[in-house]
């Protein structure tokens, strides 16, 4: 594997057609880094990819869908010298949050943690069939013990009932679409006085109707690609070409870019293998973090101590805000260098499950030796 591969792979970053063909050279994409949208992650606006796409034509195209190949785990055939190198560098920087675990253990003392966690890629594999991206029975055991100890929020690009539907635990605030749609524990929080069950925000709920209508659209539209897939999110829709033969991505884009130009309410931007088109309201998973830190009480204590843990560029927006708060941390999941506010790292879901674990048999202990004096 060349480093141009090694830099794109899984960089599920925002979509670089608007970004010079730099980006898919042999130059390193550590060094050179895409533009980054002022809330911290890379998003384009659909506006600006549709003119580049008009502009630059095919040349962008070919340059994204470059960019595309490269990020297939089927590319990765092996681990070059250098590239070992720069992760050996990057890991300096962003440790391993299972060998720091003591560090963070001893930072939290005292602090009330709170943990955030993103479902896919995080709590469970990211697989071929976004319908089946199903977690373990031991890692939804372990965020149940995880709840029990500390409030706990699944953060995620899906509709809440459908990340509900993966995670089936009754007791955690869900915050799905992006962190458009967000709601409390049933019954209420143990966390929270007066907690109560129901919908807790729905910043976007005035573009339910244009979602669910430009979902359509890219259903009709993507008809003739196989295997292309659109999901609808409630307030967002992901067009997964995942499983799409690399042939037919240029068309797919193509497809999608001649259904949002009616659109100018929506943004495009890119995950794992997926486009999101979502409102372009300023809202965010970092928002969604802050808001329910807020609803929990927590708005300008000084002893709470948030973990956010996710594999995907929207996280990054909640990783900055941790960051630019001084409270907690990120943690990254990836097995690869990434450009991330996150100060800690994991290498997937299986390491996620086990920090989860650590956190949880800390807890238990804090209490029996509390219980004992
Ligand atoms: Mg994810």
């Known amino acids: 594997m060349t480093k141009q591969n090694a830099a794109v792979s899984e960089a599920d970053s925002g979509i670089n057609m608007a970004a010079p063909p730099a980006a898919v050279s042999n130059s390193t994409v550590f060094s050179q880094k895409p533009p980054a949208a002022p809330g911290g992650y890379i998003s384009i606006s659909s506006k600006k990819i549709l003119k580049n796409l008009d502009v630059n034509g095919a040349q962008r195209i070919n340059s994204w869908v470059e960019s595309m190949r490269g990020s297939s785990p089927t590319h990765i055939k092996s681990t070059p010298h250098s590239l070992t190198e720069d992760h050996s560098s990057w890991m300096v920087d962003h440790p391993s949050a299972l060998e720091m675990f003591e560090q963070i253990i001893e930072a939290s003392k005292g602090k009330q943690i709170v943990m955030f966690l993103d479902y896919d890629g995080t709590l469970s594999p990211i697989v071929d069939d976004p319908d089946r991206a199903f977690m373990s029975d031991k890692m939804r055991a372990t965020v149940k013990k995880l709840a029990k100890c500390f409030p706990t929020a699944i ?182 260098p990434k450009d991330t506010s996150a100060s800690y790292s994991l290498q997937e879901p299986s390491e996620v499950m086990d920090f989860l674990q650590r956190l949880v048999n800390s807890k238990r202990l804090s209490y029996m030796g509390r219980t004992r004096m």
């Open 155 to 336: 953060v995620s690009g899906r509709c809440r009932d459908k990340v509900y539907s993966f995670v089936k635990l009754a007791e955690l605030y869900y915050a799905g679409s992006h962190g458009m749609d967000i709601k409390g524990p049933t019954g209420g929080s143990k966390y929270k006085k007066g907690g109560q069950a129901g919908i807790l925000f729905q910043p976007a709920s005035e573009y339910l109707p244009m979602i669910d209508e430009v979902y359509k659209e890219l259903v009709e539209k993507t008809k003739s690609i196989p295997r292309a897939k659109v999901e609808n999110n409630r307030f967002c829709v992901s067009v997964h070409f995942r499983c799409v033969d690399e042939k037919k991505w240029i068309e797919l884009a193509q497809q999608v870019k001649s259904v949002l130009k009616e659109y100018p309410k929506l943004r495009l931007s890119q995950g794992r293998k997926v486009f999101e088109i979502r409102p372009t309201i300023k809202w965010d998973k970092g928002k969604a973090l802050e808001f329910l830190l807020e609803s929990l009480g927590f708005a300008n204590c000084t002893n709470v101590f948030p973990v956010y843990i996710g594999d995907d560029r929207t996280d990054e927006d909640a990783f900055k805000i941790l960051r630019d708060r001084g409270q907690g941390f990120g943690i990254l999941v990836s097995k690869f």
